[in-house]
């Protein structure tokens, strides 16, 4: 028998089976690797997919948040994307999305725009006044949204509300013309007697006289003026000092009574204190004159001559006092009760000149009234007299002096 080759058989088919046997081995570890690989794959795919997920919400977050109004078009026009600031904006109250400009905003002036920024890749400082929303006015800026592989990628709009920055620029124009109008009037009338005087006018007694009165009473005016100039700014800075104090507001009313009695005996008006002696305040005792002064005065100028201006007050409830100052003159037109509070505003311009009021009166009433952390408003009807309430914290009876600042 031939050992030899049974031998070299055995271990050529041993040598086999160990090749198999390897090569099953390796087969395993590969398949093992791949589901390794595969999950490895698989977490990874899942933890970017949540980071974008996470990604969109902070983004959405924000866009959600912005005070300006954001708008995104597709490369074909409609809308993929408005913030809740740009629905309110615009007052909207259905969804626009997938919507043409004109079809959800209905103005060509945007689809403009749009058609701008895609043409020219961004618009800047584009102003628009909403129709039919007491002069809304909103800046616009655009841009392209290009792609480096692509014509057109759609474009981003975002809408700046600059409505109150228009309001505010408006009333400092006004506020600066008003001031100009009240120093130049006085002064040019002061100029025009001192040059009369010194070309010789004061050489007779009598015209000098009635030359320097009509100077002291203009040169009065403008010291009033100022006067009120400096109140109003102050009180509008937020950084009035109040002396706060217990206040007998009978007798406040007193004294206000007591400084304008003079005027009031020249137009015959009555005026009567009708506050019941036992009501306090918590106030500053001279802002509070301050307030009565103009509130008297007032009613004493334009309300009826011959007739009477009554103050009063009641108690609204635990920590509220309620005054009020009314005449029986012929009252303010409705439209312009709104306005009565506003810096120089006069409703009849003419006989407000002729009084010589500053036209600053009524709004240093109602910032004062307001750092008290109360309010002002007026009731009038044609023919009925015009009626102020304000309004001032009750005075506790342990109530202490104390120093507060407004702001």
């Known amino acids: 028998m031939d050992y030899t080759g049974l031998l070299l058989c055995g271990l050529g088919a041993a040598a086999g089976g160990g090749v198999a046997y390897w090569q099953w081995q390796r087969a395993d570890r590969s398949a093992d690797q791949l589901r390794q690989s595969q999950h490895e794959l698989s977490e990874l795919r899942a933890a970017r997919h949540r980071e974008l997920v996470e990604e969109q919400a902070k983004q959405l977050t924000v866009f959600n948040s912005m005070v300006e109004g954001l708008l995104i078009l597709d490369e074909d026009g409609r809308i993929q994307f408005a913030n809740p600031t740009l629905g309110q904006l615009f007052s909207l109250s259905g969804e626009i999305r997938g919507k043409t400009l004109l079809e959800a905003l209905r103005l060509h002036e945007l689809q403009g725009v749009a058609e701008r920024a895609m043409r020219e890749g961004r618009v800047t400082g584009f102003e628009l006044v909403l129709?039919?929303?007491?002069?809304?006015v909103l800046q616009i800026n655009a841009a392209s949204l290009r792609e480096p592989d692509r014509l057109h990628a759609g474009?981003?709009?975002?809408?700046?509300?600059?409505?109150r920055l228009k309001q505010l620029e408006n009333l400092r124009k006004e506020f600066v013309a008003n001031v100009s109008h009240e120093l130049r009037t006085p002064l040019s009338l002061i100029k025009g007697y001192a040059e009369t005087l010194l070309d010789g006018a004061k050489d007779d007694p009598a015209i000098a006289?009635?030359?320097?009165?009509?100077?002291?009473?203009?040169?009065d005016r403008l010291t009033f003026l100022i006067e009120d100039l400096l109140s109003i700014s102050s009180l509008e800075s937020g950084q009035v000092v109040l002396n706060m104090q217990r206040i007998d507001l009978h007798d406040e009313c007193a004294q206000a009574i007591s400084d304008l009695t003079a005027r009031a005996t020249d137009r015959e008006v009555t005026l009567l204190n009708e506050?019941?002696?036992?009501?306090?305040?918590?106030?500053?005792?001279?802002?509070?004159?301050?307030?009565?002064?103009?509130?008297v005065d007032n009613a004493i100028k334009y309300g009826r001559?011959?007739?009477?201006?009554?103050?009063?007050?009641?108690?609204?409830?635990?920590?509220?006092?309620?005054?009020?100052?009314?005449?029986?003159?012929?009252?303010?037109?409705?439209?312009?009760?709104?306005?009565?509070?506003?810096r120089f505003y006069r409703v009849d311009r003419a006989r407000s000149r002729e009084q010589g009021g500053t036209g600053l009166g009524l709004s240093i009433v109602k910032h004062i009234i307001q750092v008290h952390g109360g309010d002002v408003r007026l009731v009038s009807?044609?023919?009925k007299g015009a009626h102020f309430f304000y309004t001032l914290p009750v005075a506790n009876p342990?109530?202490?002096?104390?120093?507060?600042?407004s702001g």
């Open 275 to 295: 506050v019941d002696p036992a009501i306090r305040v918590r106030a500053d005792g001279d802002r509070l004159q301050q307030v009565l002064y103009n509130l």
């Open 209 to 219: 006289s009635r030359f320097l009165h009509t100077i002291e009473k203009h040169t």
């Open 305 to 342: 001559a011959g007739g009477t201006v009554r103050l009063g007050a009641r108690q609204l409830n635990a920590r509220t006092i309620e005054g009020w100052v009314m005449d029986d003159g012929p009252g303010i037109p409705a439209d312009a009760i709104d306005r009565v509070f506003e």
């Open 155 to 163: 474009s981003v709009m975002v809408f700046h509300d600059l409505t």
């Open 398 to 405: 342990e109530s202490m002096t104390s120093t507060t600042k």
């Open 131 to 136: 129709p039919g929303s007491s002069g809304r």
């Open 381 to 383: 009807e044609p023919g």
